[in-house]
């Protein structure tokens, strides 16, 4: 991530308080002959601290740098996205204000391979058990990062961290807040982390719904699953050839009520 860490560094720069805010970027082992590590010894601002450690994974380093935070909110930030100054100012006010809130998110502004402003939503619980849709460009409470013992250091791949993450949190009973409004920028970029992930999306889905905390999580999605699968079910028999005779024939019986109402019948019991 040498290539874009300078760019990620600058847009925490931008906020206008440098004084108010603390930077921390954890180097987990890069291997790229140096290259990163002397871009980050290079910063000398008297609030960024840089720490090195070998490579221990995504969950890993999110851990290191939020144990190291001395203030109570983090904002994390991978290395190759930009945040907005707005995210920190609104980010803070909402948890000042907001004591149950441990997650706040917004939307975001892809660049890089593909363009555009995506619009995240109100937390929906249902949408969360499906996927992650939050991203981890995020303002974390740090006491509701403690209250689940931090991400998970033992994923079998990287990449669903912050999804697990965000389960947990939500199951422990901490809310979420939407910002209606982009506060980060997203890099879209081909051999991406998530991209690996995804295609191990059913060993990674296992793994997390089978922690113990996550037991009333699994049964919960089963179950929208369920639904989706019956839903798509019942629309691809709707689009079958008798069924769209059926309602061309309702069309032109409607003006007969005694025919009407026996195709009603036969209706509900086709859709039923």
Not at 90 to 105: E, I, K, Q, S, W
Request: glycine share 6%; net charge positive.
């Amino acid at each position: 991530m040498g290539n874009f860490v300078k760019e990620a560094i600058a847009s925490a720069q931008d906020y206008p308080q440098q004084n108010a805010i603390e930077l921390i970027v954890v180097n987990d082992g890069s291997n790229d002959n140096g290259y990163t590590k002397t871009i980050l010894d290079s910063y000398t601002n008297r609030n960024i601290s840089i720490i090195h450690q070998d490579n221990k994974g995504l969950g890993a380093a999110r851990n290191t740098g939020l144990a190291a935070a001395q203030a109570p909110y983090v904002l994390l930030l991978d290395a190759d996205n930009k945040i907005r100054p707005n995210y920190i100012t609104t980010g803070c006010a909402v948890l000042d204000n907001n004591p149950n809130v441990g997650l706040v998110y917004s939307d975001l502004e892809r660049f890089g391979e593909s363009q555009g402003v995506v619009r995240i939503g109100d937390f929906d619980a249902a949408r969360l058990l499906k996927k992650n849709y939050i991203d981890a460009c995020a303002v974390l409470r740090k006491s509701a990062w403690e209250s689940i013992h931090g991400y998970d250091e033992h994923m079998p791949i990287m990449g669903y961290e912050d999804w697990d993450l965000n389960l947990r949190l939500f199951f422990k009973g901490w809310q979420f807040h939407y910002i209606d409004t982009v506060c980060f920028d997203y890099r879209v970029r081909l051999g991406s982390m998530l991209e690996t992930s995804n295609k191990n999306r059913n060993l990674l889905c296992d793994y997390m719904f089978a922690k113990p905390e996550l037991k009333q999580a699994k049964l919960l999605r089963e179950r929208l699953l369920n639904e989706e699968s019956v839903t798509e079910e019942l629309s691809k028999l709707k689009q079958r050839k008798a069924i769209s005779g059926a309602l061309k024939v309702e069309h032109g019986i409607k003006k007969n009520k005694w025919l009407h109402q026996i195709f009603k019948r036969i209706a509900k019991l086709l859709y039923k």
